[in-house]
């Protein structure tokens, strides 16, 4: 009996962890949003007061203020754009590999395996500063291409949104990799070589059966990296210019810079219900049509 | 009846310093069924894959119908190959797999009535819209096979047909192929570890091992008159007899007996085969043994199997099986353990194998 009520418990355990890590401090996040602007140490009011009698003193101002800014909204669309791009790169160089890596033999697998993983063992600061040294003005990119002859002048390559792009697509895609990986490990090779025998060339046989029966691995690695993309910071702010403005960097700047922290936890708390209220209904209708199609 | 539809030619095939397949040459006629029986390791699996397009071969030639299909991707290929495990598409309903292979070349109406017809054929109309996960082997079988045939191929490979299936699905689903392939007169090509099922399917049928042919015939020439030792002992059960020459007759001395050939022999020292179903087992208070082709011993094992009892007896220095027919419903009719019995043959049961 006691095992039993130990083993009801275990399986809560992530449960847990969600509420200790994510309700918890979201519930946090909300409260200071509807909270009043103050100067001082905490930079807001207590949503709670008892000095003449009990009174709630809550504001909505900070959502209106930052819904009726496009500053706030523009920003939040660029990194939602930034986020479908860079996931659109990452599925498009991540999935050949996933594929040759589940499809290798189990040596070369394991080996291919690791160096996927090998990034992670650096800190992720110290690898995006590196690219940063590979295109700055007098980087090694451009002197070899100024060696080459190729240009004569050194190209701007950082401060701009292809840099973002490319330091991101380059930082997230094991999270494309990995579990693609794990989904084109079970693969039926014979299903290929059946299509193929049915008369389907290479690209009818990648559109017909790869491609459909990949949809879970897909979509597991396309929110994994969308989802944290949206939010980013440190990219766009290392390698990124002043031409385009971020959701990440905006929150930072107001929650640090402009100290309005009721104005940056309504930021942050929109975000993630905008972000995370369509995924939600999005997951329910996929698990539907999955277990109706058997995927 | 053309004898070279399907022309192998010096075929062989190494998987690094590996030799699957070492120079096979084969051929097979029109609608002819056709099995290649082997133990694993045998190559028969890559020979059918190589017929397939799925591996290429170091050297030689695939001719289908006079036409060289060696270079040929396997969508090129006016053949179909049906695997072990169906490969059936897992996103996909019955219908969709049945009509995966000429969705390209038909019409909606031309798919519609292909897909019915090929599932009345196989008497799978009812579950056309069943996904997958939701059928039996067996219906997962017919599939399969219905959508290698909708294709309408020149030849039909299948790697371990029935080999997914349950004993007593097996049997049925054996006796159904033969009548659909004589029927659809389609050449069908298949590979199998299960002697039995070679058997009872192929017209003719090739004995593969480490990547050579040993034989190829009827399955009756190969059961009946073997020609190499392996042969004899992978076919059914096999009383192998080392025998050397002793004046007119021969003589073993593992039973102590003479026996009396039907032909004469250039070696001096052979193996021959009895087969166990053509020793004759009789009780010893009726007979006396005569000076040859016949012994007295002890019945050592006995398994009654339904149809046939099985007598493992010993005599000397071995033991030898016979098959004994259960004519009499009388349980009695069996000889009991430890009986002293008198077993006997033709001349003609006895085959020599020449390797």
Redesign the interface.
């Known amino acids: 009996m006691k095992n039993k009520l130990f083993e009801k418990y275990f399986v809560f355990s992530p449960y847990f962890w969600l509420v200790l890590f994510f309700f918890i401090p979201l519930a946090i996040i909300f409260k200071i949003s509807i909270s009043v602007s103050e100067w001082g140490m905490p930079p807001y009011q207590d949503i709670f007061l008892f000095d003449n009698g009990f009174k709630i003193n809550t504001t909505f101002e900070n959502y209106v203020y930052i819904f009726s800014d496009y500053y706030y909204i523009g920003s939040f669309v660029n990194s939602l754009i930034l986020a479908l791009i860079s996931t659109f790169f990452c599925l498009l160089i991540g999935f050949p590999l996933a594929f040759y890596i589940a499809t290798s033999n189990i040596r070369l697998r394991n080996i291919l395996l690791v160096l996927v993983v090998i990034p992670f063992w650096s800190s992720f600061l110290l690898r995006v500063y590196a690219w940063k040294i590979i295109l700055q003005n007098n980087g090694i990119l451009n002197v070899i291409l100024l060696n080459l002859g190729i240009t004569s002048e050194p190209l701007q390559l950082l401060y701009n949104q292809y840099a973002v792009i490319m330091g991101i697509v380059y930082t997230y895609l094991p999270l494309m990799i990995l579990p693609l990986y794990g989904y084109l490990n079970k693969f039926d090779l014979n299903l290929i070589e059946a299509s193929k025998d049915l008369g389907l060339n290479r690209i009818k046989t990648f559109f017909k059966v790869i491609l459909p029966l990949s949809i879970p691995g897909i979509v597991a690695g396309s929110l994994l990296v969308f989802i944290p993309v949206v939010g980013e910071f440190i990219i766009p702010e290392m390698l990124g210019g002043s031409d385009r403005l971020y959701y990440g960097k905006i929150l930072w700047e107001e929650f640090f810079v402009n100290r309005n922290w009721p104005g940056a936890s309504a930021l942050a708390f929109s975000g993630i219900i905008i972000l995370v209220l369509p995924i939600v209904i999005f997951q329910i209708l996929y698990s539907r049509w999955s277990q109706k199609n058997e995927i | 009846m053309d004898n070279n539809f399907l022309v192998i030619e010096n075929i062989s095939k190494s998987f690094g310093d590996n030799k699957v397949l070492e120079n096979i040459n084969l051929n097979i006629s029109k609608s002819e069924f056709f099995g290649l029986l082997g133990s694993s390791g045998s190559g028969k699996t890559t020979l059918l894959r190589i017929l397939?397009?799925?591996e290429k071969p170091d050297t030689g030639r695939v001719i289908l119908d006079g036409t060289d299909i060696t270079n040929l991707?396997?969508?090129e290929?006016p053949l179909?190959?049906m695997?072990q495990?169906y490969?059936?598409?897992?996103?996909l309903n019955v219908f969709n797999n049945l009509a995966?292979?000429i969705k390209?070349n038909f019409t909606q109406k031309e798919i519609e009535i292909n897909v019915r017809n090929i599932a009345e054929l196989l008497s799978i109309e009812h579950l056309l819209n069943r996904?997958?996960?939701q059928l039996s082997g067996g219906e997962q079988q017919r599939v399969a096979l219905g959508?290698?045939l909708i294709?309408k191929p020149k030849l039909l490979l299948l790697d371990e047909p029935l080999a997914a299936l349950d004993k007593k699905l097996r049997s049925k689903t054996q006796l159904e192929l033969t009548t659909l392939q004589k029927k659809l007169k389609i050449t069908f090509v298949f590979v199998t570890h299960d002697q039995e099922e070679a058997m009872s399917l192929s017209d003719r049928m090739a004995i593969m091992k480490n990547g050579l042919i040993l034989e190829c015939s009827s399955p009756e020439e190969i059961y009946e008159n073997p020609k190499s030792l392996y042969t004899a002992n992978f076919i059914g059960i096999a009383n192998i007899i080392e025998i050397y020459k002793k004046d007119e007759n021969f003589y073993s001395d593992d039973l102590g007996i003479n026996f009396k050939l039907n032909k004469e022999l250039k070696n001096t020292q052979t193996n021959i085969l009895l087969r166990p179903e053509k020793i004759k087992i009789q009780s010893m208070n009726n007979l006396k043994t005569s000076s040859f082709n016949s012994f007295s011993g002890e019945i050592l094992e006995k398994s009654y199997l339904g149809s046939f009892t099985r007598y493992e007896i010993k005599i000397k220095n071995m033991i030898i099986s016979v098959l004994d027919q259960n004519f009499n419903s009388n349980s009695n009719y069996n000889f009991p353990k430890g009986e002293k019995v008198i077993c006997s043959w033709e001349s003609e049961s006895i085959k020599v194998l020449e390797d």
């Open positions: 397939g397009g799925f991707e396997p969508f290929r179909n190959y695997f495990s490969a059936l598409f897992p996103h995966f292979g390209e996904r997958i996960k959508r290698c294709k």
